[in-house]
């Protein structure tokens, strides 16, 4: 095997595959990069679960194929100097040059590389990638990480006539995204559960630029195609919640607010709130205000923040964080809250337009005092 190939490209590959790669695994070519010159230069890193192959311009000399650690070609290609990179293989022996540095390692036998699973195409879809990746970015964070419920470790995805519409849950709140979407083929409304870890990928792979990605869906497996790279996902199986029936839509109480004045007054209470002092944040909705405060071992904060509605001093206790992301991840100048007791959601919505985002969180019950 015989190729060079521009020292940029080739290192933005490898840290692309490499994120797909095992850290340790009991199949030593997991660790490792598979590298494939043949028409073109491919390199694909794989941890059983999920699979990422790019493709990177090159010129080709000798076609070949060979497994590099990721770890120790991450950090040559990495350190060389900016220039043309030629890498050449005499079997194993792996020479590669740039500039003034030189590098002979030793890479092993690409037969042990397990190949990709092949994606048998049932449904598909293209949106483009800023969509994809500002869906993706403002639904991950409410997965869960909770192994007993395998499904909910990933996000729905759920294609229909309207678009594509994400939904993540972990048992304490919701994210939904909805947008419209390229082209369809295949079914008329299908969906499919992607894994969170496989989205943390895809959202790093997809750009922020208008060029489609393309989402083939497959009996067992998941592919997103981004360019010139693919990722391979396996499906999560199983009954996801079903979401519609869990949103509360009938709400008494609706207040509008700045989100990042929301935001704001909510941080600078959460200032004497850690992991070792937990309390929850006490919200009471009146008229035109908002007044959040708390209190922990070390002292108490409060703050109001101006809305707008009719709260009817509605008293109610939230988790920080949870509020936080959800109003973080709002895609929206202001955002609508509808609420109706104190122990029921919280809905979070645009104030205008139409409903591209949603956001629940469940109350925290309050202590008397607290």
Not at 187 to 192: G, I, K, N
Not at 252 to 264: N, R, Y
Not at 282 to 287: A, G, I, N, S, T
Not at 305 to 315: K, T, V, W
């Amino acid at each position: 095997m015989k190729f060079s190939c521009e020292k940029a490209l080739l290192q933005s590959a490898v840290a692309t595959t490499s994120r797909a790669v095992s850290p340790k695994s009991s199949i030593p070519a997991l660790e490792g990069i598979l590298i494939e010159a043949n028409d073109a230069l491919c390199l694909t890193g794989y941890n059983l679960e999920t699979g990422i192959r790019t493709t990177v311009q090159a010129d080709i000399q000798a076609a070949g194929t060979l497994v590099l650690g990721a770890r120790l070609f991450g950090e040559i290609i990495r350190k060389l100097p900016d220039d043309i990179i030629h890498f050449s293989a005499d079997q194993y022996m792996v020479n590669i040059k740039c500039g003034m540095s030189e590098f002979n390692i030793l890479g092993t036998d690409p037969e042990e590389f397990p190949e990709l699973p092949t994606v048998e195409y049932q449904n598909s879809l293209k949106i483009p990638q800023n969509t994809l990746k500002s869906m993706i970015a403002q639904t991950l964070f409410a997965v869960s990480d909770n192994e007993s419920r395998p499904i909910h470790t990933g996000s729905l995805f759920e294609a229909d006539k309207g678009g594509l519409t994400i939904v993540s849950v972990d048992g304490y709140r919701l994210a939904l995204r909805h947008e419209e979407i390229e082209s369809k083929e295949g079914a008329e409304e299908f969906s499919f559960v992607v894994p969170g870890a496989a989205l943390s990928e895809v959202e790093k792979i997809c750009d922020n630029v208008d060029e489609c990605a393309c989402v083939t869906q497959g009996a067992r497996h998941v592919m997103f195609k981004v360019g010139q790279t693919m990722l391979v996902s396996r499906r999560l199986e199983g009954e996801f919640l079903a979401y519609r029936q869990a949103i509360p839509r009938n709400n008494a109480i609706h207040v509008q607010g700045d989100t990042k004045q929301l935001l704001s007054s909510i941080d600078r209470v959460s200032l004497i709130i850690s992991d070792k002092l937990k309390s929850p944040i006490r919200c009471v909705f009146e008229e035109n205000v908002l007044k959040i405060s708390t209190k922990t071992a070390i002292g108490d904060a409060a703050d109001q923040c101006p809305i707008q509605g009719d709260g009817g001093g509605l008293e109610i206790g939230f988790n920080n964080k949870y509020l936080m992301d959800a109003l973080k991840a709002a895609p929206a100048a202001q955002v609508r809250l509808e609420l109706t007791t104190g122990v029921s959601p919280c809905v979070i919505l645009p104030a205008e337009g139409e409903e591209n985002f949603l956001y629940m969180v469940l109350p925290v019950r309050l202590k008397a005092g607290e």
